[in-house]
């Protein structure tokens, strides 16, 4: 079991964050945020993918006008991006948005950042304080020569430190960047020293295998490590893999349960059936189910027997046919070409 780091709790709309709540999974728009219909669309998708919180870039005034619909018509609570314009963080809040992210390096003048601070205070919207490596003060490259480890928790506790000198507790923080065990290193700094929940993820972490393989083993670290009460996998990909992704990481530490579990033979030369056709056909059919089931798909009978009964279900595959087992027990043998319905049928049959 991994043990958490002891945190508050914060709330960004009806979604709590740290404390006692489990890791929450939230992910960010790539539509243009005015073009409502799409957003929305989108918002939908990341909903039923398992998304618990959105993010929506706000660079334009456009984007700002059209969140007072979104935040209206969006099934999970609706966090603004701000960058360089703090009066879009004004006007998001005044549309009604349950959340903002703010890098306070980016924003500029102090003062302004507290206004933003007592602005959010009054309506009762959660803050992101975001650090990373681009948006580094001045003073803390002079000290450090670059964005170290040592530099970014070095900032991220500088500006918890006003947030709480400024009576506002209802903000997380998150320490980015594209090196994984300097991002380890950052939040590990950080959070031996507060109790501030902390927003994990590996940003620019890119597309395809690299990035989930990059983003896996970051914040994998992190979340065994306790540290992380809310995740976004950064990918150069459509945004419900990103959800996919962590929703993944986060089963493989027993930390959520949430839709099918598959459990699969690697290839080998025992294999006598066409097994990855059998398994990316299952894993397409359940998809969209969300039941905590363990469904295993093993080739041979060298792990066949034990694993698939190890399973709730599962298939034991032989020359040209497999056993369906059900709860350890086998109840029927079905040929190669009907393997994947049955097992289909009867996970349907368990309700």
Wanted: glycine share 10%; aromatic share 4%.
């Amino acid at each position: 079991m991994v043990e958490r780091r002891k945190t508050r709790q914060i709330s960004v709309g009806d979604v709590k964050i740290g404390g006692d709540a489990p890791v929450v999974v939230q992910s960010m728009t790539s539509t243009k945020t005015h073009e409502i219909e799409e957003t929305l669309g989108q918002i939908d998708r990341l909903y039923r993918a398992g998304c618990e919180i959105v993010r929506v870039a706000v660079p334009h005034q456009e984007d700002v006008e059209a969140l007072e619909e979104i935040v209206s018509k969006s099934p999970v609570p609706i966090i603004a991006d701000i960058h360089f314009a703090p009066s879009y963080a004004f006007l998001s809040m005044e549309k009604g948005v349950q959340g903002i992210r703010i890098n306070p390096g980016n924003i500029g003048k102090e003062e302004i950042v507290r206004e933003i601070v007592e602005e959010a205070r009054e309506r009762g919207v959660a803050i992101r304080i975001g650090v990373n490596s681009g948006s580094l003060e001045k003073d803390l490259l002079e000290k450090y020569g670059y964005p170290c480890a040592e530099a970014l928790a070095e900032s991220a506790l500088r500006w918890s430190e006003k947030f709480e000198r400024w009576g506002f507790t209802n903000y997380k923080v998150s320490i980015k960047g594209s090196d994984v065990l300097e991002n380890v290193k950052a939040n590990m700094l950080f959070a031996e020293r507060t109790d501030v929940p902390l927003h994990i993820g590996i940003t620019e972490a890119g597309m395809g295998t690299k990035g989930i393989i990059k983003s896996s083993v970051g914040v994998g670290i992190l979340l065994h490590m306790g540290i992380g009460d809310t995740v976004r996998i950064s990918l150069t990909d459509d945004p419900v893999v990103e959800v996919e992704t962590a929703y993944e990481i986060l089963k493989s530490l027993g930390l959520r349960k949430r839709g099918v579990d598959i459990v699969a033979c690697p290839t080998c030369g025992r294999i006598e059936v066409d097994l990855p056709k059998v398994v990316r056909e299952v894993e397409e059919k359940l998809s969209s189910i969300d039941k905590p089931l363990k469904v295993a798909i093993m080739g041979c009978v060298v792990n066949a027997i034990g694993e698939a009964r190890e399973a709730d279900i599962g298939l034991a595959c032989g020359r040209g046919f497999a056993w369906v087992f059900k709860n350890g027990k086998p109840i029927k043998k079905v040929s190669e070409e009907e393997m994947a319905e049955e097992l289909l049928r009867e996970i349907e049959r368990l309700g």
